[in-house]
T-cell receptor, first 112, second 116 residues
Framework: KQEVTQIPAALSVPEGENLVLNCSFTDSAIYNLQWFRQDPGKGLTSLLLIQSSQREQTSGRLNASLDKSSGRSTLYIAASQPGDSATYLCAFRGTGFQKLVFGTGTRLLVSP | ETGVTQSPTHLIKTRGQQVTLRCSSQSGHNTVSWYQQALGQGPQFIFQYYREEENGRGNFPPRFSGLQFPNYSSELNVNALELDDSALYLC???????????????FGEGSRLTVL
């Protein structure tokens, strides 16, 4: 059974810091991995999608990397801002049926 | 380009009742999947529809059922509601092929169901 773990569960930082969110998965047969942002009580906003053939993807201040051999992905946020405060979820898609398997998320608070 | 839209946004039901949630997929997307997100948890896969056929199902009982229509919009129906069904129900659309999601999933804002 595929499991996705996100560490830390919660993170509080002052504005301007660079930070790293971690995601690990147990199944090496990965098709792609997607990072999402979720604001309280809201839906999911897609941030980055990394295909299994890729090592990283970048969008603005966000950079996501994928290491299939170690079963890990990281989301790097540069120069954090209070508007970045949200829960960040990673989701694994395997090479089988390809449903998304989610972690429980990292709750980020960026203070002014 | 229209994103994924869901209705209703909030609803309250009592135990034993039935509920229908609706989803309009993003323009050009032929695959719709539904997820249940309990408070403080990550979303859990319910099922997926591709071109009006269910082509994948998670660990949910048969009282969770769905439909996809020719315009690729979708419904999630839950019968005999239980207290544990209280959750945020998320719909996602994508462009898929037979038996597979090939691309990025885009989610709606969700329907918050409370069962009393």
């Amino acid at each position: 059974k595929q499991e996705v773990t996100q560490i830390p569960a919660a993170l509080s930082v002052p504005e301007g810091e660079n930070l790293v969110l971690n995601c690990s998965f147990t199944d090496s047969a990965i098709y792609n991995l997607q990072w999402f942002r979720q604001d309280p009580g809201k839906g999911l906003t897609s941030l980055l999608l990394i295909q299994s053939s890729q090592r990283e993807q970048t969008s603005g201040r966000l950079n996501a990397s994928l290491d299939k051999s170690s079963g890990r992905s990281t989301l790097y946020i540069a120069a954090s801002q209070p508007g970045d405060s949200a829960t960040y979820l990673c989701a694994f898609r395997g090479t089988g049926f390809q449903k998304l398997v989610f972690g429980t998320g990292t709750r980020l608070l960026v203070s002014p | 380009e229209t994103g994924v839209t869901q209705s209703p946004t909030h609803l309250i039901k009592t135990r034993g009742q039935q509920v229908t949630l609706r989803c309009s997929s993003q323009s050009g997307h032929n695959t719709v999947s539904w997820y249940q997100q309990a408070l403080g948890q990550g979303p859990q896969f319910i099922f997926q529809y591709y071109r009006e056929e269910e082509n994948g199902r998670g660990n949910f009982p048969p009282r969770f059922s769905g439909l996809q229509f020719p315009n690729y919009s979708s419904e999630l129906n839950v019968n005999a509601l239980e207290l544990d069904d209280s959750a945020l129900y998320l719909c996602a659309s994508s462009l898929g092929t037979v038996g597979a999601n090939t691309g990025e999933l885009f989610f709606g804002e969700g329907s918050r169901l409370t069962v009393l």
